[in-house]
């Protein structure tokens, strides 16, 4: 249990089922995670599904790339409710083990296609470093183009503020495994 567990409907005022209701009858279909903490303030909560929607299924960036800015964000603040529900999308969309690997202990041997390592290198670097080079700038927008470059660093926004809810609540991962960062540094 996280420090603001999930409500009850009856407990909700107005605005808070109101922006409930939205998120459940969107293209996420279900509540979960930071979701719980942030109905809390439902200004914030309607403002972060709305962007969260762009982020996942707007944005003109290929879902493979997505996962990849999530999972290096997921990792860097250690965030493993986010790592346990992606990981596997990842893997879904075509990520390989060894990929996925990489993004979590912090390599890039693993990644041979172009614009998957561009955007590694892009995202490691924006999260991790606080700076991108513009040798991975450059090479991410001659992958991707600029437009999709923004969004890209939207989504790493986005999944900062999702990690950081995370931790500050400390919103328990829907996985009994074993914790992914256990073993990096």
């Given amino acids: 249990m996280g420090r603001l567990p999930a409500m ?12 409930y209701d939205r998120i459940v009858s969107g293209p996420r279909g279900h509540i979960g995670g930071p979701h719980w903490p942030w109905l809390r303030s439902p200004k914030l909560a309607e403002a ?3 962007f969260g929607q ?11 790339l997505i996962e990849i800015a999530i999972l290096v964000t997921a990792t ?3 965030a493993r409710l986010e790592w346990d529900l992606h990981a596997p999308v990842a893997k879904r ?3 390989s083990d060894v990929e996925i690997d990489c993004i979590r202990v912090g390599g890039n041997s693993g990644f ?7 955007a590694l290198n892009f995202c490691r670097e924006l999260v991790c470093e606080r700076g991108a080079s513009q040798g991975s700038y450059a090479d991410l927008v001659s992958q991707i183009g600029a437009e999709a470059t923004v969004e890209l660093v939207g989504i790493l926004g986005y999944y900062a503020l999702i990690s950081m809810t995370i931790i500050a609540f400390e919103v328990p991962s829907t996985s009994d495994g074993d914790d992914p960062f256990g073993d990096v540094r």
Avoid at 112 to 118: F, L, Q, T, V
Wanted: charged share 35%; hydrophobic share 40%; with cysteine.
């Fill in 112 to 118: 041979s296609d172009p614009a998957r390592r561009a």
């Fill in 48 to 50: 972060a599904q709305r």
């Fill in 54 to 64: 762009f982020c996942r299924f707007e944005t003109r960036l290929e879902p493979l």
């Fill in 8 to 19: 009850a409907l009856s407990e909700m005022s107005e605005e808070q089922r109101a922006v």
């Fill in 76 to 78: 860097h603040w250690r």
């Fill in 93 to 95: 969309l075509g990520l």
